[in-house]
């Protein structure tokens, strides 16, 4: 899998870049997805990188759109457990 070469039939762009890292680090690649496989498997990881960031941004931007006040059933855990179990079974899931 990692070996393969790059599939350029998608028609994106790629460009090259210079990365310097630990041996270790390398080392831990290179047993994993080996020599071949480093250029995919540092892509994929930058774009989880990449996706997990724009998550969080997400989350901190929603942080505190919901107000005690709008939703009494959200104010603390006990409430929210409630509210679940409330729901669950209106539903009928449990």
Do not use: C
């Amino acid at each position: 899998m990692w070996d393969n070469q790059w599939d350029f039939a998608s028609g994106g762009a790629v460009a090259r870049t210079h990365v310097i890292l630990d041996d270790r680090v390398m080392a831990a690649i290179d047993e994993r997805v080996g020599h071949r496989g480093r250029s995919r498997f540092l892509e994929e990881a930058a774009v989880e990188k990449l996706e997990r960031l724009e998550l969080e941004e997400a989350i901190r931007e929603g942080a505190g759109i919901l107000s005690d006040r709008d939703y009494p059933d959200w104010a603390d855990q006990t409430s929210i457990n409630d509210w679940v179990r409330t729901q669950r079974r209106t539903e009928g899931v449990g």
